[in-house]
């Protein structure tokens, strides 16, 4: 599986950004096993719904707070999306914006005097410089 089979286009507008009112409002899918097709439905819809047997699944997970603003020694400020930890600790594979900005061994000031030490721009699935980096996290 290559990074770029997971990108898609997702405006801003179609990501909550709060919970709705009243709760009952709140959007649902609901996939049933005679019709291959997904049905859009409300919370407040369960009740007719349902069936004995049904498999409910919950989705209880909380977005990690991953981005962060840096400012780079020039006052520009920089994007940086932590994606995942690369090996060592402090290590993380991280998307840039506006990737094309940092250099290899530049330092970012980060939230609370964190430094973010640009250590590799990372190769896209054609071989060519990406907006993704190595960066190794310390204190200051």
């Known amino acids: ?6 990108q898609y286009s997702l405006p801003a507008r179609c990501i909550a ?5 009243p709760r009952d409002a709140a959007r649902i899918l609901v996939q049933g096993l005679e019709d291959a097709h997904p049905l859009h439905a409300h919370v407040r819809d369960l009740p007719g719904l ?22 780079r ?4 400020k920089v994007e940086v999306l932590f994606l995942e930890p ?14 094309k900005k940092p250099h290899g061994g530049e330092v970012l000031a980060g939230p609370g005097g964190l430094e973010l030490h640009m250590v590799e721009r990372l ?16 204190d200051p």
């Open 50 to 71: 349902l069936r004995a047997g049904d498999l409910l699944v919950f989705n209880d997970t909380k977005v990690l707070p991953a981005r962060v603003w840096a400012r």
């Open 17 to 21: 950004q709060h919970a709705v009112e």
């Open 86 to 99: 690369a090996g060592a600790e402090e290590l993380w594979t991280c998307m840039v914006k506006p990737a």
């Open 123 to 138: 190769l896209d699935e054609n071989g060519a410089p990406g907006a993704y980096w190595t960066v190794r996290l310390s």
């Open 73 to 76: 020694a020039t006052g520009a």
């Open 1 to 6: 599986m290559k990074l770029s089979d997971l």
